[in-house]
């Protein structure tokens, strides 16, 4: 009963502890991965970050958490 708005917020404060207001929507991505026989259709996000402090609350889901300039960003994603 949220809104993608909301839900982004929640989902980054919940699995970075980082605190994120002004969200909007960026895009959607139809994801199909072959290899790993996964179909996931994926709403983006963009928010501001209200600090650049990071905390791993998911380390089942995530690995290792950091802040990039967009053209630094590491490869592979997933």
């Known amino acids: 009963g ?9 989902e980054a404060l919940e699995e970075t502890g980082v605190v994120v207001a002004n969200v909007r929507f960026v895009a959607i991505t139809n994801d199909v991965l072959t290899d790993v026989d996964k179909h996931y259709v994926t709403v983006w996000m963009r928010g501001d970050a209200a600090g650049t402090e ?25």
């Open 54 to 78: 990071l905390t791993i609350h998911d380390s089942e889901e995530i690995a290792e958490a950091g802040w990039f300039r967009t053209e630094e960003i590491p490869r592979p994603l997933h």
């Open 2 to 10: 949220e809104s993608p708005a909301a839900a982004a917020a929640r």
